[in-house]
């Protein structure tokens, strides 16, 4: 099982950034693939989910109309586009893999998720 998440960096905010999350094969057809993103002394939160069969979506309020997660088979690899950043999308972005399917609607729920990557840093400045 492997979950390599990448891409964050230092941006403007009104900027965009594109995250990537390798997988190994076996994790990348896992049911759901989501986002989730994490300040210093709050929870972890949900961002955004596909699913592997249909490759259906959702997405946080938050960040509806701005963020688009994507799925490429050929690269075992989920993107999350994050355009017109604010300043409060600053925060530790990590990917996730889970069993579960699709139309329980549970993935906005961190604990539902078997594996994670190792997170990567997304810093949006004034």
């Known amino acids: 099982v492997q979950l390599q998440a990448s891409g964050g960096g230092l941006v403007q905010a009104g900027g965009s950034l594109r995250l990537s999350c390798a997988a190994s094969?076996?994790?990348?057809?896992?049911?759901?693939m989501g986002w989730f993103r994490q300040v210093p002394g709050k929870e972890r939160e949900f961002v955004a989910a596909?699913?592997?069969?249909?490759?259906?979506?959702n997405y946080a309020d938050s960040v509806k109309g701005r963020f688009t997660i994507s799925r490429d088979g050929a690269r075992n690899t989920v993107y999350l586009q994050m355009n017109s950043l604010k300043l409060e999308d600053t925060a530790v972005y990590y990917c996730g893999a889970g069993g579960f399917d699709w139309y329980l609607r549970v993935e906005t729920l961190v604990g539902k998720y078997d594996y994670w990557g190792q997170g990567t840093q997304v810093t949006v400045s004034s």
């Open positions: 596909i699913s592997r069969s249909y490759s259906s979506t």
């Open positions: 094969r076996r994790t990348f057809n896992m049911n759901v």
